[in-house]
């Protein structure tokens, strides 16, 4: 099976209100054993003359933030191309080009992905052609660390790492937490 663990760090929690600051894909295909810093990776943060967010949501993304204020900028791109090149960027990294043209084919995987990351998604800009190529199958992988008799919600990301006897390291960057959910469904399969 193939996947794109996505994963994005938001100005807060409303996409009707708060906007984008980071955004990571990478692209896992089951059937092969690559290293995961091996693996294709899509990365882009997002400059913007102003941030519009909630106090909390800017506290998480400080350093992003300040990464974003400073002159060395990597990885830059404009919000209005963002949905276009990540579309192109999973049909060359998800099975053949022709793929992405069925819809509904390409499954998003990571904490959260289709309550939050996938809402977010869908504000961006010219996204029609991204939104309909995703499955609306999510892969939520804190799924497989539920203990159905015991746990009265989902467990967070780091109560999974705790369950596999891991280390989590928080530090709320979008490739690090793309690489995390990718660590924590290789562990089932």
């Known amino acids: 099976m193939q996947y794109i663990s996505l994963n994005v760090q938001t100005t807060g929690l409303d996409p009707d209100k708060h906007q984008i600051l980071e955004l990571a ?80 084919e390409i499954t998003l995987a990571g904490k959260n992905i289709g309550s939050f990351d996938y809402q977010f998604l869908k504000k961006l800009p010219d996204s029609e052609r991204l939104i309909y190529s995703i499955s609306h199958n999510f892969i939520d992988p804190t799924m497989l660390y539920m203990d159905f008799k015991n746990d009265i919600c989902l467990p967070s990301t780091r109560v999974c790492w705790s369950k596999l006897k891991l280390p989590y390291v928080c530090n709320f960057k979008a490739v690090d937490v793309a690489k995390s959910t990718i660590g924590l469904l290789r562990e089932k399969y």
């Open 25 to 104: 894909a990478i692209a896992e295909d089951t059937t092969e054993d690559v290293n995961i810093n091996e693996l294709p990776l899509f990365h882009a943060y997002i400059k913007r003359d102003n941030y519009i967010g909630s106090a909390e949501g800017l506290s998480l993304n400080i350093e992003t933030l300040k990464y974003l204020a400073s002159d060395n900028l990597k990885d830059l791109w404009d919000e209005r191309c963002l949905a276009e090149e990540l579309f192109r960027w999973m049909c060359n990294n998800i099975g053949s080009a022709s793929y992405c043209f069925e819809d509904n």
